[in-house]
């Protein structure tokens, strides 16, 4: 071998193995090695010990923070993986599907009297689930970070008041339907399964999924309790301009604990209906006036616990429009077009 000086090398130098590769049969060494000034390391204790095979570095495996703040690795580093990137000074990064995420109206939404949702869908196949604005975005982009050569997506507009429930219903429907078959969607019509009601309200604090009634956070509203049933007014505060104000279930005479004795169903202090009566006793509207802070129906920051869909992503999020009120008036008179998808 060429006499090199020995100022420019660093001799007896050792490692236990899963750092080097051996140039030519590629394999993992374990031993003494030296290095040149310029970086290049051999097998040997010295220039003169042995045949001085030349070493490479083994590439570290890639690790990503993913959503819950664990760390994972992007990629299993077997041996020949270990080896294509050594030789080829390259990182695999894979490229990810879609995530599954909910997009949920606000209480700006509800006075618009529509909001977006977003789906992807897989090119090959009829799998198709809902994501959120971003991912959508990121669909309709050159990127890397989503596998676009097998999904795309779509933005659907979603009537959800300031119509008639059954306006609200024929106007959903029709956009699906036209976006399955113009945009070739095939399976959204089917993802509904008949819900195209869903997130409707004509009343304040209540929202329609699967054809039934539900407070803001998702929960059910008892089926007994009347049309009417939405939020009342506290004091002479009116957050809802169809309930008179100072009515509520709170001091409605019909109110026994948590029970309403006229429907025989369970109901909120903050909410009321048209067969409101106030409590004559005066001892017992006192203990009662104050039974609540001045808290307004909130569309946000609600748990959420959506219709189950067929899907395949695991990782499902909920998203939310960036709202800057909770207080909604539902009111007839303006009307909103049913839009179409993108």
């Given at each position: 071998?060429?006499?090199?000086?020995?100022?420019?090398?660093?001799?007896?130098?050792?490692?236990?193995?899963?750092?080097?590769?051996?140039?030519?049969?590629?394999?993992?060494?374990?031993?003494?090695?030296?290095?040149?000034?310029?970086?290049?390391?051999?097998?040997?204790?010295?220039?003169?010990?042995?045949?001085?095979?030349?070493?490479?570095?083994?590439?570290?495996?890639?690790?990503?923070?993913?959503?819950?703040?664990?760390?994972?690795?992007?990629?299993?580093?077997?041996?020949?993986?270990?080896?294509?990137?050594?030789?080829?000074?390259?990182?695999?990064?894979?490229?990810?599907?879609p995530i599954n995420a909910?997009?949920?109206?606000?209480?700006?939404?509800?006075?618009?009297?529509?909001?977006?949702?977003?789906?992807?869908?897989?090119?090959?196949?009829?799998?198709?689930?809902?994501?959120?604005?971003?991912?959508?975005?990121?669909?309709?982009k050159e990127t890397t970070?989503?596998?676009?050569?097998?999904?795309?997506?779509?933005?659907?507009?979603?009537?959800?008041?300031?119509?008639?429930?059954?306006?609200?219903?024929?106007?959903?429907?029709?956009?699906?339907?036209?976006?399955?078959?113009?945009?070739?969607?095939?399976?959204?019509?089917?993802?509904?399964?008949?819900?195209?009601?869903?997130?409707?309200?004509?009343?304040?604090?209540?929202?329609?999924?699967?054809?039934?009634?539900?407070?803001?956070?998702?929960?059910?509203?008892?089926?007994?309790?009347?049309?009417?049933?939405?939020?009342?007014?506290?004091?002479?505060?009116?957050?809802?301009?169809?309930?008179?104000?100072?009515?509520?279930?709170?001091?409605?005479?019909?109110?026994?604990?948590?029970?309403?004795?006229?429907?025989?169903?369970?109901?909120?202090?903050?909410?009321?209906?048209?067969?409101?009566?106030?409590?004559?006793?005066?001892?017992?509207?006192?203990?009662?006036?104050?039974?609540?802070?001045?808290?307004?129906?909130?569309?946000?920051?609600?748990?959420?616990?959506?219709?189950?869909?067929?899907?395949?992503?695991?990782?499902?999020?909920?998203?939310?429009?960036?709202?800057?009120?909770?207080?909604?008036?539902?009111?007839?008179?303006?009307?909103?077009?049913?839009?179409?998808?993108?």
């Amino acid at each position: 071998m060429t006499y090199i000086p020995k100022n420019q090398i660093q001799t007896n130098l050792y490692t236990s193995g899963l750092e080097f590769l051996i140039v030519g049969n590629l394999t993992d060494y374990q031993g003494y090695y030296w290095k040149k000034s310029n970086g290049h390391k051999f097998t040997g204790r010295t220039p003169s010990d042995g045949p001085n095979q030349r070493l490479v570095p083994i590439a570290p495996p890639i690790e990503e923070e993913d959503q819950t703040g664990v760390v994972r690795s992007l990629r299993f580093y077997a041996p020949n993986t270990r080896i294509y990137d050594t030789l080829t000074a390259q990182r695999y990064t894979p490229i990810r599907i879609p995530i599954n995420a909910y997009t949920r109206p606000t209480a700006n939404d509800y006075k618009n009297g529509f909001f977006f949702r977003y789906f992807a869908k897989q090119r090959n196949q009829n799998t198709l689930f809902e994501t959120n604005e971003s991912e959508y975005e990121l669909l309709n982009k050159e990127t890397t970070l989503l596998n676009r050569n097998l999904y795309r997506g779509i933005r659907v507009r979603w009537s959800i008041s300031r119509k008639e429930r059954e306006e609200i219903f024929l106007v959903n429907k029709n956009i699906i339907t036209n976006l399955e078959n113009t945009r070739n969607f095939y399976g959204l019509t089917a993802y509904f399964k008949d819900d195209f009601d869903q997130f409707y309200t004509d009343k304040l604090g209540i929202i329609y999924l699967k054809g039934k009634r539900n407070y803001t956070n998702y929960t059910p509203v008892p089926d007994r309790l009347p049309p009417a049933y939405q939020w009342g007014n506290k004091n002479t505060e009116i957050v809802n301009s169809e309930v008179p104000k100072n009515q509520n279930c709170a001091i409605c005479k019909f109110k026994l604990g948590g029970l309403c004795t006229k429907w025989n169903a369970q109901v909120k202090n903050n909410y009321w209906c048209k067969s409101y009566q106030k409590i004559h006793d005066p001892n017992k509207l006192d203990s009662l006036k104050n039974y609540s802070s001045t808290d307004k129906p909130s569309l946000t920051n609600e748990p959420i616990n959506l219709p189950s869909t067929n899907t395949s992503n695991e990782n499902i999020t909920t998203n939310e429009n960036t709202s800057t009120g909770t207080s909604v008036s539902i009111s007839g008179g303006t009307s909103f077009g049913g839009g179409g998808g993108y």
